[in-house]
């Protein structure tokens, strides 16, 4: 299984980016997708899940209210859409599979894609 992000970029603060999680087979079918961000010198953090079973969604509390995660099961692709963005949210998003139900814990997660560069600044 490949998971390969694309979609990130420079962005001006209060600005919006979409990022996208395209698997390489029906894997992101019946199971947690989480979407994760690394800061240089930070700890990875957790940003939002999606059960791909039913839809529903979580969120970490920094992002609440500005990230929105959606999955396209047809095109085996889900997405973070980023709107609001911060400063503090410039890191390296990685997209990730796991069993149900939606864990925050990197480690319960199977498969990882690459990641995709995100820079909010002005």
């Known amino acids: 299984v490949q998971l390969v992000e694309s979609g990130g970029g420079l962005v001006q603060p209060g600005g919006s980016l979409r990022l996208s999680c395209a698997a390489s087979?029906?894997?992101?079918?019946?199971?947690?997708i989480g979407w994760f961000r690394q800061a240089p010198g930070k700890e990875r953090e957790w940003v939002s899940g999606i059960d791909t079973t039913n839809g529903k969604t979580y969120y970490a509390d920094s992002v609440k209210g500005r990230f929105t995660i959606s999955s396209d099961n047809a095109k085996n692709t889900v997405y973070l859409q980023m709107n609001s963005m911060k400063p503090e949210d410039t890191a390296v998003y990685h997209c990730?599979?796991?069993?149900?139900?939606?864990?925050?814990?990197?480690?319960?997660?199977?498969?990882w894609g690459q990641g995709t560069q995100v820079t909010v600044s002005s």
């Open positions: 087979s029906d894997i992101l079918r019946d199971y947690a």
């Open positions: 990730a599979v796991a069993g149900l139900p939606v864990s925050v814990w990197g480690y319960e997660y199977d498969h």
